[in-house]
């Protein structure tokens, strides 16, 4: 997490109790630029409290995407709100996202599945597409200066900042895929990746729940191993890009690691999003 983490957690942590309860490879290696550090402690006992049943309430998470285009007259280069198929794809993307995070695979680990199925494979979180901005701004096409932590799209187009969290696609020279602080989201390139691989809607919304782990408490698996004895990860990975194979034996599908498959969270780090996502209670006083 960056330091803007509790520069605007208040923020996000309002936003989420808006909440109401109710293998394909990539194109390209995705890198993440979202800083970690120390989660913050659990409070009321083991973080295995927190595990979701099947019978919990949902927590439904509304969301916005802001598509940053070139200003006229130039080209957009980047998802056309007048392509019928560049906005399904975006949907695509959400779907995946919320597929996700209801039905996550069983975890690869030391060079095959483990043959028992995780239980849960459900967060019990949701995401709701509240709407798609498209925005015509050749500052915000770039984040402004290129790098992958300006604020400006999220001070100058995020939109209901304490009940939706904003998730903003630019295009940037710096190889960083996303960015998840704890009060919005930066997808980088994607349009481009989309451009020269085709659709990938796997790939990006497993890429868009790794930064939503990250807005929710989470770091990199390598990282974090230690404090979720549930997950398998072999620190050696340190970050390196690697492909879930019989050899792969320091390799992870985990949704918080750099894996060609990112398509498990553990249970406890399922809990580790809930407990971020309910407190403190004060600042979720508008929940329904």
Not at 124 to 140: E, K, Q
Request: glycine residues 6%.
């Amino acid at each position: 997490m960056s330091t803007q983490k509790f520069k605007s957690v208040t923020t996000l942590l309002t936003i989420l109790l808006l909440m109401t309860y109710h293998g394909a490879i990539f194109g390209q290696q995705y890198q993440c630029s979202s800083l970690d550090a120390d989660p913050p402690p659990v409070n009321c006992g083991s973080l295995a409290h927190y595990v979701p049943g099947e019978t919990d309430p949902i927590k439904t998470v509304r969301i916005a995407l802001h598509v940053m285009q070139r200003e006229s007259p130039a080209a957009k280069d980047n998802f056309d709100e007048n392509n019928p198929a560049h906005v399904a794809y975006l949907n695509d993307v959400i779907n995946r996202l919320n597929s996700l995070f209801s039905d996550c695979n069983v975890q690869w680990c030391n060079g095959a599945y483990l043959q028992t199925p995780q239980e849960p494979d459900d967060s019990r979180i949701r995401f709701d597409l509240t709407g798609i901005y498209y925005h015509r701004d050749d500052a915000g096409y770039n984040n402004e200066d290129g790098s992958y932590g300006n604020l400006y799209c999220y001070d100058n187009y995020g939109v209901c900042k304490d009940e939706i969290l904003n998730i903003f696609l630019c295009q940037i020279a710096d190889v960083t895929s996303g960015y998840g602080p704890s009060s919005h989201v930066m997808l980088f390139n994607l349009y481009d990746d989309y451009q020269q691989y085709g659709p990938n809607w796997w790939g990006h919304g497993n890429l868009l729940g790794h930064e939503v782990g990250h807005v929710f408490g989470l770091n990199h698996s390598w990282v974090s191993y230690q404090s979720y004895p549930d997950m398998c990860q072999n620190p050696q990975q340190n970050g390196n890009w690697c492909y879930p194979g019989p050899n792969a034996t320091n390799c992870t599908n985990n949704m918080m690691a750099y894996s060609a498959l990112n398509d498990f969270i553990s249970p406890l780090q399922m809990a580790r999003m809930h407990y971020t996502l309910i407190i403190p209670i004060k600042l979720r006083l508008n929940v329904a």
